[in-house]
């Protein structure tokens, strides 16, 4: 987990919460990946969607709304980690992809 000190760049104000360097394919096949979740950002969406008013607007019951305020910001961390780190650590694309700008198909980045 690493702390951003300032926003810019082409996301912003909608920054991003998770990052896998490098991004070229080629670089991730020989040299492997770092995967990071940007835990000072991921805190603060975390706490700004406390409250809005969203869950008691569209969530079923208040079991779930207990479930949610119990285990929600675990969970988004969790799949941000999951995401950077399998989605698109895994270092290689698929050797049946016929160029290296070939879409992926999302689960044959998984191998």
Known sequence: MITAAILAGDLYPATAIGINLPNANWIRAHHGSKSVTIGNITDAYNKAAHGNGFNEEFV???????????????????HTDLHECLGHGSG???PDLP???HVLIYSDCIM
């Open 60 to 78: 079923y019951s208040d079991a779930e709304i207990q479930l949610i305020d119990a285990y929600s910001d675990l969970t988004d961390e969790l």
């Open 92 to 94: 290689k694309l698929h």
């Open 99 to 101: 160029s290296k700008r």
